[in-house]
């Protein structure tokens, strides 16, 4: 199964490993941002905690492609799924 994040043009998930480097590369950039962004701008407090949410969801939803990714990598999974149906 191709598990891709983003777009159908995007380049298929080969597991969970870029997936958490991509996540991590976010986490350490991100903040930082966030907080210049709050300490110029205090009145924007609402506006940064939705993207701050939102930012989260999306990599929850880029988590989950790559534990399907890597599930689905192997024969065992497309057996296994046959068998369910």
Not at 56 to 71: K, N, P, S, V
Request: aromatic residues 4%; negative net charge; without cysteine.
């Amino acid at each position: 199964m191709q598990v891709r994040v983003q777009s159908k043009e995007a380049t298929p998930l080969s597991g969970i490993e870029p997936v958490l480097t991509a996540i991590q590369e976010r986490l350490q950039s991100e903040p930082e941002i966030w907080l210049k962004q709050l300490q110029t701008s205090p009145g924007s407090f609402v506006d940064l905690e939705k993207e701050v949410h939102l930012r989260f969801q999306q990599m929850a939803d880029q988590m989950i492609a790559g534990l399907l990714a890597h599930a689905t990598a192997t024969a065992d999974f497309t057996e296994a799924a046959k068998k369910k149906s």
